[in-house]
């Protein structure tokens, strides 16, 4: 049989336990928040990756062009010197 301090002893380990049980709730409630918060940064960052790599295209179309301005240019150039010089 169980004595009353048996019964006291298991009724503290209870109440022990469901207070362990309510700080890990905070802490879980905690890990999902930041969970949540790193997938919306996630979602942004790859929003974020995507106008980047659209702004580094337009960014190599327009140095190719001119480039290719500044070839035809020389090329103009050098025409026009060649030209004056014979």
Do not use: P
Not at 15 to 42: C, F, P, R, W
């Amino acid at each position: 049989m169980f004595t009353v301090e048996d019964i006291q002893g298991i009724n503290e380990i209870f109440k022990d336990l469901g207070m362990m049980v309510h700080e890990q709730g905070e802490m879980i409630d905690s890990i999902e928040a930041n969970v949540e918060n790193a997938e919306v940064h996630v979602q942004q960052a790859n929003q974020q990756l995507a106008t980047a790599a659209e702004y580094q295209r337009k960014s190599r179309r327009k140095i190719c062009i001119i480039i290719a301005v500044l070839v035809v240019a020389a090329t103009v150039i050098g025409l026009i010197i060649w030209g004056t010089v014979k």
